[in-house]
């Protein structure tokens, strides 16, 4: 599992959300990277701190940019988490029964 260093602006989002919000958002994020498998690489994408799979592994996207595997976001009125499983049927089947 993942034990990869938190770098200082996926800190400083998760630091950024305050109240009842910001102790939510951290303890997702604090479960999902205690979760996450090697390979993919934390940093903030699209506005919100996440893994992605690096472009080193598929560089191939259509726009150029990581794809994004597991994002958290604190949006105006409630915190988000997204899940991304790229058309990969045995994926979603071993999520789904997880």
């Known amino acids: 599992m993942s034990k990869q260093l ?3 602006d996926v800190r400083a989002y998760l630091d ?9 958002l951290r303890a997702m994020f604090e479960t ?3 979760a996450m498998p090697d390979g993919y690489e934390l940093g903030i ?4 701190a996440g893994w992605v799979i690096p472009l080193e592994r598929h560089p191939n996207t259509y726009n150029k940019q990581p794809l994004s595997y ?3 976001a604190a949006q105006k009125n409630y915190n988000a988490l997204y899940l991304s499983i790229y058309a990969d049927s045995e994926m979603d089947v071993a999520f789904r029964a997880e």
């Open 6 to 8: 938190v770098p200082e």
């Open 16 to 24: 950024g959300v305050e109240g009842e919000r910001g102790v939510a």
């Open 32 to 34: 999902v990277h205690a």
């Open 45 to 48: 994408s699209y506005g919100m």
């Open 70 to 72: 597991v994002s958290l």
